[in-house]
Nanobody, 128 residues
Framework: QVQLVESGVGSVLAGGSLRLSCAAS??????????LAWFRQSPGKEREGVAG????????YYADSVKGRFTISQDFSKNTVNLQMNSLKPDDTAMYYC???????????????????WGQGTQVTVSS
């Protein structure tokens, strides 16, 4: 059974950095057939996919809103997927969720409905 547990909750001033981690269990690693992603949701808004990575090939995806500021990576020794967030803005304030699905090369964007497995979420707050 797939389990995802996020860590790295925090508050930071605008311009600062935070790092989130998601521990993945249930045969996600070292399987090359999964896709892991980070989503975020703030009150009153839709859940938005911000970054994703293929466990097999390492191919990454970023939403335009975070390109150049966020970096997704995976640590095979710890079975984790990480999100390094730099140059944070108040608009980045949200609950951040780790999600997993079977890899599908035809699915180019991060859609909430494509991901059956979710973590519990971790809060990120950026103050101006």
């Amino acid at each position: 059974q797939v389990q995802l547990v996020e860590s790295g909750v925090g508050s930071v001033l605008a311009g600062g950095s935070l790092r989130l981690s998601c521990a993945a269990s249930g045969y996600i690693y070292p399987s090359p057939t999964y896709y892991l992603a980070w989503f975020r949701q703030s009150p009153g808004k839709e859940r938005e996919g911000v970054a994703g990575i293929h466990t097999g090939g390492g191919t990454t995806y970023y939403a335009d809103s975070v390109k150049g500021r966020f970096t997704i990576s995976q640590d095979f020794s710890k079975n984790t997927v990480n999100l390094q967030m730099n140059s944070l803005k108040p608009d980045d304030t949200a609950m951040y969720y780790c999600a997993a699905k079977n890899f599908n090369p035809t699915q180019q964007k991060l859609l909430r409905s494509d991901f059956p497995h979710w973590g519990q979420g971790t809060q990120v707050t950026v103050s101006s």
